[in-house]
T-cell receptor, first 114, second 112 residues
Framework: SAVISQKPSRDICQRGTSLTIQCQVD?????MFWYRQQPGQSLTLIAT?????????ESGFVIDKFPISRPNLTFSTLTVSNMSPEDSSIYLC???????????FGSGTRLTVV | KQEVTQIPAALSVPEGENLVLNCSFT??????LQWFRQDPGKGLTSLLL?????REQTSGRLNASLDKSSGRSTLYIAASQPGDSATYLC???????????FGTGTSLTVIP
């Protein structure tokens, strides 16, 4: 399965600032996703990162708050913009090779907004 | 909308015991189901993937079963070890779309 490098692993940020999270995969993958896991909660899909086009966002998530880039088949970034304490969560990158295969997750970015 | 429930929410067992974790889902039109483990503050590690046409999958001390018609999956852990302590998540993928729907997880503690 693919190996994912996700950076940073953790960060503490000031309210009102932005943080960009990177996801680098060791092989080309068809599908890349960004998830959020709020404290004590399960994972919620933020968006599907589409190579060369705008990301597809799930209900409740918008591009202005969570802009996503995917310039090629091995790399994507998620930015958490204008952060508030409610954005404190673990953010995870996930990739899949195809519909018959499971998904692989990065190690996550633990974000704390103060 | 697919809803995924995991019972129990937390489980504590002595080392060496066999145990079963449960996952139920409301929409049986699933494509596959995947079990993950998550260590505190970390990402997810894939354990087993079961396609909708399969009944079970095995990997080492782990065995996952799937009963699609009743909307249930179980993860059986044999001879539990303290290193098995983690949160276990199940996730289902529907026949349409790419999204995985995650359960809320079972937090397992194996006591030495």
């Amino acid at each position: 399965s693919a190996v994912i490098s996700q950076k940073p692993s953790r960060d503490i940020c000031q309210r009102g600032t932005s943080l960009t999270i990177q996801c680098q995969v060791d092989s080309q993958v068809t599908m890349m996703f960004w998830y959020r896991q709020q404290p004590g909660q399960s994972l919620t899909l933020i968006a599907t990162a589409n190579q060369g086009s705008e990301a597809t966002y799930e209900s409740g998530f918008v591009i202005d708050k969570f802009p996503i880039s995917r310039p090629n088949l091995t790399f994507s970034t998620l930015t958490v913009s204008n952060m508030s304490p409610e954005d404190s969560s673990i953010y995870l990158c996930s990739v899949g090779r195809g519909i018959d295969y499971g998904y692989t997750f990065g190690s996550g970015t633990r974000l704390t907004v103060v | 909308k697919q809803e995924v429930t995991q019972i129990p929410a937390a489980l504590s067992v002595p080392e060496g015991e066999n145990l079963v974790l449960n996952c139920s889902f409301t929409d049986s039109a699933i494509y596959n189901l995947q079990w993950f483990r998550q260590d505190p503050g970390k990402g997810l590690t894939s354990l087993l993937l079961i396609q909708s046409s399969q009944r079970e999958q095995t990997s080492g001390r782990l065995n996952a079963s799937l009963d699609k018609s009743s909307g249930r999956s179980t993860l059986y852990i044999a001879a539990s070890q303290p290193g098995d302590s983690a949160t276990y998540l199940c996730a289902v993928r529907l026949n349409t779309g790419n999204q995985f729907y995650f359960g809320t997880g079972t937090s397992l503690t194996v006591i030495p």
